[in-house]
């Protein structure tokens, strides 16, 4: 380790970067040359994040404009073996999806001294606009390559009044455009389990309350930095709008641990991913799979919108768990009972990889 290197603060250098509420969008607009070590991903990850793995693969598609029972039997399919899948014939609007695009990327587009007014790591009523440090845990940089903008739309009605106008009502009428897709999703999946296609809406009341617009900038040094470290969703499931950027990647393999491969963008597709929540709810019918971004460009940004669908029952009373119907005596229950503040903090205290689950785990017999 060079002298420089030993001399560097990454506690002040963290501190400042927040503090100066520029977010990494901030850093290129400065013309930045190299890479903040706050930002360096160990030699080992960077090249693992810029190798793909050499066996073909393609997330499978679903046209939802199917007869239903072939939509299901499809979407069981990608659930029970990747865990991912698009959506295609979906009856969201393409220019409601374009819409929302386009505003996520003007909202971190703009200048500075407009967006930095709204910077915060801790949420300031139904928002937060930070770049979110990365998990301890994961063992990955201090911080990713990217920006990150997170409205909360319920329980409560939010108050938006932050956003600029063409942002927010963009944003309000694609959440509004998911919410009929989510349980529509959720019924289908219900299905796809097979149990009676209200089974998931009445058991937790699926909601898509959380939204997260990421923005991933151009970077000089692509190939040394990771936009977002692997992780799986805390989710039941998660619906992903993306321009044609590219750098998402799945794991591939049988039991997630393979390779990593890219997932081409689809045009006018949803992406549907499993989250953690579900597979337990399954009881492993249904994969997880971690997933993650690298950065492609040096010239060009990425702009995704996720939007979280989970449980909207939340009191201490309100347990979730392998759904009965699907535990036979050759497959018992694998995971214990929980409530989604339980789930959640076990997320926080233990990291965003699949292993956090583990915690829930039975021991098998």
């Not at 996520?104 to 703009?110: G, L, N, Y």
């Not at 455009?177 to 058991?203: C, Q």
């Not at 996720?306 to 009191?315: G, M, T």
Request: proline residues 7%; glycine residues 8%; negative net charge.
């Amino acid at each position: 380790m060079t002298a420089s290197a030993d001399d560097y603060d990454c506690t002040a250098a963290l501190a400042a970067f927040h503090e100066s509420h520029g977010g990494v969008r901030g850093l290129v607009e400065s013309g930045v040359i190299t890479v903040p070590p706050l930002f360096l991903a160990s030699t080992q990850l960077a090249a693992r994040a810029q190798s793909l793995a050499a066996t073909a693969f393609a997330v499978p598609t679903v046209d939802l404009s199917l007869p239903r029972p072939d939509a299901v039997a499809l979407i069981r399919a990608a659930a029970r073996s990747c865990g991912f899948f698009h959506a295609t014939n979906h009856g969201v609007p393409a220019d409601v999806i374009g819409s929302a695009l386009s505003a996520a990327r003007a909202f971190h587009e703009q200048p500075r001294a407009i967006r930095s007014e709204l910077y915060s790591l801790a949420p300031v009523g139904a928002l937060a606009y930070s770049t979110i440090p990365s998990s301890a845990e994961q063992g990955g940089p201090l911080l990713p390559w990217r920006d990150s903008l997170r409205v909360r739309f319920g329980p409560a009605e939010p108050d938006l009044g932050r956003l600029p106008a063409a942002c927010r009502d963009a944003l309000l009428g694609y959440q509004r455009s998911l919410t009929a897709f989510g349980k529509e999703m959720a019924g289908l999946l219900s299905e796809a389990l097979g149990v009676e296609a209200e089974r998931l809406e009445r058991a937790m009341q699926v909601e898509g309350w959380l939204m997260a617009c990421h923005y991933y900038p151009p970077c000089p040094e692509p190939e040394r930095v990771i936009g977002s470290l692997e992780h799986t969703d805390p989710s039941l499931f998660t619906v992903l709008a993306q321009d044609d950027a590219g750098g998402l990647q799945v794991r591939n393999g049988d039991d997630g641990d393979g390779g990593w491969v890219d997932v081409a963008p689809v045009s006018g597709a949803l992406l549907v991913n499993i989250g953690d929540v579900l597979k337990m709810v399954s009881n492993d019918e249904f994969k997880s799979v971690e997933h993650r971004v690298v950065i492609k460009s040096t010239q060009d940004a990425r702009v995704s919108i996720a939007l979280f669908f989970n449980p909207a029952k939340r009191d201490k009373s309100d347990l979730f768990g392998p759904l009965p119907e699907l535990m036979t005596a050759e497959r018992p229950a694998r995971y214990r009972s929980f409530t989604v503040p339980e789930f959640m903090n076990f997320r926080r205290e233990f990291g965003h990889s699949r292993s956090s689950i583990q915690r829930f785990k039975l021991s098998s017999n």
